[in-house]
């Protein structure tokens, strides 16, 4: 979130005053980013978002709610996109700003150790230099979440290789019926299916990496990463949960740790659904997702 989202925001989009006040310190860490795109009723559809902001002389008076946002609860600035008279459009929001707010969302199951909370507008007046300068529509928010899923490519091999080898450690520890568990056809089939994933993960997550470097990574790409990276990761968790058995759920290991968080890396940054048909769109040439 902080550099692939809201750093990667105002590097891109922002004006040279934003990214001066802003980049150096995100970058340090003396300041946290969060941002705004989901709402309570637009989460795959962001064109349907109803957060607006309207001219009020110099200033813009910026209106709505956005939900799920992760680092919202300690963020110092938020990245919020909002629909006006010239299309959607991103700013540059200081927390402190008055009339805005960050309750945070309590009796998570998941991402336990990141704060999310909802941003909360009302009336929330900015000046002119706020707004991105130049960028309008969905081009903005959605440039920004192609850069997160990269990432995300890369974050959810983490936590199937942890949970791999938490799994391959612990069966070749672990003893039934005289002989430790790797020693079962069945435990190594699971092994090397987990393997198997795994590696053809990284092999797909270098060479998006590699197309990227050389500028020439399409978002179709990026989708087909994340899709894959992040399915097969969930599948290698609760792989390996199994030959945990009731140890797999304990956070003595952390197996079912990643498996939860994945549950929500599996739909934040665009759904199995919502990737599933760009792909569809690339390969047929019809839009299914009206």
Known sequence: VQGSLAMFAIWRWGSEEQKQEWLPRMAAGEAIGCFGLTEPDAGSDPASMTTHARRDGDDWVLNGRKMWISNAPYADVAVVWAQTDEGVRGFVVPTDAPGFSTPEIKHKLSLRASATGELVMDDVRLPADAVFPEVRGLKGPL???????????????????????????????????GKPLAAFQLTQQKLADMSLEYIKGYLLALHLGRRKDAGLLRPEQVSIGKLNNVREALEI???ARTILGAN???????????AANLESVLTYEGTTEMHTLVLGQVLTGESAFR
């Open 248 to 258: 797999g759920i304990s956070l003595e290991y952390p197996v079912i740790r990643h």
């Open 143 to 177: 440039s920004c979440l192609n850069e997160a899923r990269y990432g995300i490519v890369w974050g959810s091999l983490g936590a199937a290789r942890s949970s791999l080898e938490a799994a391959r450690t612990y069966a070749m520890q672990r003893t039934q019926f």
């Open 237 to 239: 968790c609760r792989t």
